[in-house]
């Protein structure tokens, strides 16, 4: 409980109000994890977005992500969006007793579906090789999908599927996510 209240407070020190921010949360049925999202004009690097979040699952494990990424859309492929990024991650596993930090490189692909009511179909992936690794895994890799709708010009709903596998130093594969998942994200 101490981690999950010290991982809140860090992801609320993080909000300072100033110019379009984001706040991305999702609950399934084992896990949750809020994500503030930014433009990295706040640490005078214009062009990208930076994120915070903090993941937490009904087994007292944590993970705390921050990460930088850009994104943009390719000549003539109006309803495709790429980006590229990078992210670290500071894992906190409960049983068994593990700790591990990886920095992994990936990115997103986001589909703008024709409609009346903009939806968006998406798909990301981050992975850290055993090189960018630290602590007790080897390596370590964050795959998501979803289905956004947006309810009002400022809001989205969401359903999504994720996979978050670390492979532990003596002790296998460890799964911190592997579940759909239902959420918001807020503009504001």
Known sequence: MYRRALAMAFLMGAMTPAAADTLDAYL???TAQFTYLTGSERIGFGGAEM??????DDEDD?????GLSVAGVPAGERPLTFGVGAKAYF???????????SIGLGGEVRYTIPANTPMYLSASAHYAPKVTTFGDADDFY??????????TPGARGFIGY?????????????E???NIHFGVRLDF
């Open 28 to 30: 399934s049925q084992e």
């Open 162 to 174: 994720r996979l978050m596998e670390a492979d532990l130093e003596r002790g296998g594969d460890f």
């Open 142 to 151: 964050d795959l998501g999908l979803r289905y956004e709708l947006e309810v």
């Open 91 to 101: 894992g906190f596993l409960d049983e068994p007793d593990r700790d591990f930090q």
């Open 51 to 56: 994120s915070l979040g903090v993941f937490f």
């Open 176 to 178: 911190l996510d592997d």
């Open 62 to 66: 944590l993970m705390l992500s921050t």
